[in-house]
């Protein structure tokens, strides 16, 4: 988990309201992921960015939008938190080998409940 | 359709024996396929990749193969310990692609 946090860590919320969840490194790496993690599904890709300002829909976007205004901070917002969302965010950052492979790094994970 | 299939079922060995997890996948041409380690309640930490034309690579008590023709990963940890106990990620790599398809992982139980 160095070089990559979380915020909040846990977090409880009620069906309808906005969530941001934050992610936070301090590697410089050019590409950061939003995953979610369920019983059963494995990590999916939500959203993903190639640089500042620079994002693309991975396979389970719906309701869920991103930023990234600098590096180090890629931003995952719920416009209108569901149950459905309820589920464990982790953060990834990646940073191409040169030998074309991109391993990735991730952060400690967010659980969301959304009640 | 594409799609990665990890054993669903934990495997639950003795320690010292060798644990052989599978990656098998579907209409998917991965360059590069790799091995993640997650503990409960963490997140999955990058262990070891291998290019589609190795055919094994080696990483002090794990080794990973990958058979391209078959469509299937097999990682291996020998010796194994009850540290070795998680759960193991296979992912996907496309070739030009900086994104990763993972599977839904094995849980490995290592008993003392």
């Known amino acids: 988990d160095a070089g990559i946090t979380q915020s909040p860590r846990h977090k409880v919320t009620e069906t309808g309201t906005p969530v941001t969840l934050r992610c936070h490194q301090t590697?410089?790496?050019?590409?950061m992921y939003w995953y979610r993690q369920d019983p059963g599904h494995g990590l999916r890709l939500i959203h993903y960015?190639?640089?500042?300002?620079?994002?693309d829909k991975g396979e389970v976007s719906d309701g869920y939008s991103v930023s990234r205004s600098k590096t180090e901070d890629f931003l995952l917002t719920l416009e209108s938190a569901t149950s459905s969302q309820t589920s464990v965010y982790f953060c990834?950052?990646?940073?191409?080998?040169?030998?074309?492979?991109?391993?990735?790094?991730f952060g400690p994970g967010t659980r969301l409940t959304v009640t | 359709s594409q799609k990665i299939e990890q054993n669903s079922e934990a495997l639950n060995i003795q320690e010292g024996k060798t644990a052989t997890l599978t990656c098998n996948y579907t209409n998917y041409s991965p360059a590069y396929l790799q091995w993640y380690r997650q503990d409960p309640g963490r997140g999955p930490v990058f262990l070891l990749l291998i290019r589609e034309n190795e055919k094994e690579k080696r990483k002090e008590r794990l080794k990973v193969t990958f058979d391209t023709t078959l469509k299937q990963s097999l990682f291996h940890i020998t010796a194994s310990q009850p540290a070795d106990s998680a759960t193991y990620l296979c992912a996907l790599q496309m070739d030009s692609s900086y994104k990763l398809i993972f599977g839904s992982g094995t849980r490995l139980l290592v008993r003392p």
């Open positions: 990834a950052i990646s940073e191409g080998t040169g030998f074309g492979s991109y391993e990735q790094y």
């Open positions: 590697e410089n790496h050019r590409y």
């Open positions: 960015s190639y640089g500042v300002k620079d994002t």
